[in-house]
């Protein structure tokens, strides 16, 4: 199975700064990663596809690069809704696997 | 309007079954992949096991593999997962969840306790 680790668990930040999540797949998978934001008590967002395509709807202050085994979910300017917990999530193979959550709390 | 709405959750023994429903509208159920995927009180994401859209094939977590069974009736727009020996590491919320490379639809979940 492909285990996914992000880093940092958690972060503060102000509104304003520039958040940078990473994400490391113990396998390749190519560009077949997916970032989810959470807000306490209701069911994930999908932000981010194929590692780097914005789903629509989504504000533009969010970007995802890389590939491989390598991963980065980018918060260009943090704004007061974004404040949440971020999952990214492998779908290269079977099973699926999620990364442990990275929470964006106030500075 | 796209909804998933989950049902089904409860309070349930140890080695336990409950049966969870997911009845989807707003989109055509039959050609697209289904999930599920559970939270643990205060953790973070698991997924849980995956549908084709016609049922050819189904997939699963290690930590479910033998114990629950995900299935669906396209012509009753419902996704279902029978649960069975279920254990007190069980208990979370269950989501229902459409897409395959990417999960784009989420229910709002439903709620399972496992405990005596």
């Known amino acids: 199975d492909i285990q996914m680790t992000q880093s940092p668990s958690s972060v503060s930040a102000s509104i304003g700064d520039r958040v940078i999540i990473t994400c490391r797949a113990s396998q390749g998978i190519s560009s077949w990663l997916v970032w989810y934001q959470q807000k306490p008590g209701k069911a994930p967002k999908l932000l981010i596809y194929a590692a780097s395509s914005l789903q629509s709807g989504v504000p533009s202050r969010f970007s995802g690069s890389g590939s491989g085994t390598e991963f980065t979910l980018t918060i260009s300017s943090l704004q007061p809704e974004d404040f949440a917990t971020y999952y990214c999530?492998?779908?290269?193979?079977?099973?699926?696997?999620f990364g442990q959550g990275t929470k964006v709390e106030i500075k | 309007e796209v909804q998933l709405v989950e049902s089904g959750g409860g309070l349930v023994q140890p080695g336990g079954s409950l049966r969870l429903s997911c009845a989807v509208s707003?989109?055509?159920?039959?050609?697209?992949?289904m999930n599920w995927v559970r939270q643990a009180p205060g953790k973070g994401l698991e997924w849980l096991s995956y549908i084709t859209s016609s049922s050819g094939s189904m997939y699963y977590a290690d930590s479910v593999k033998g114990r629950f069974i995900i299935s669906r009736d396209n012509a009753k727009d419902s996704l279902y997962l029978q649960m069975n020996s279920l254990r007190a590491e069980d208990t979370a919320v269950y989501y229902c969840?459409?897409?395959?490379?990417?999960?784009?639809?989420w229910g709002e979940g439903t709620t399972v306790i496992v405990s005596s």
């Open positions: 969840a459409r897409g395959n490379s990417a999960i784009g639809v």
């Open positions: 707003g989109f055509t159920f039959n050609t697209y992949g």
């Open positions: 999530q492998q779908t290269d193979s079977f099973p699926r696997t």
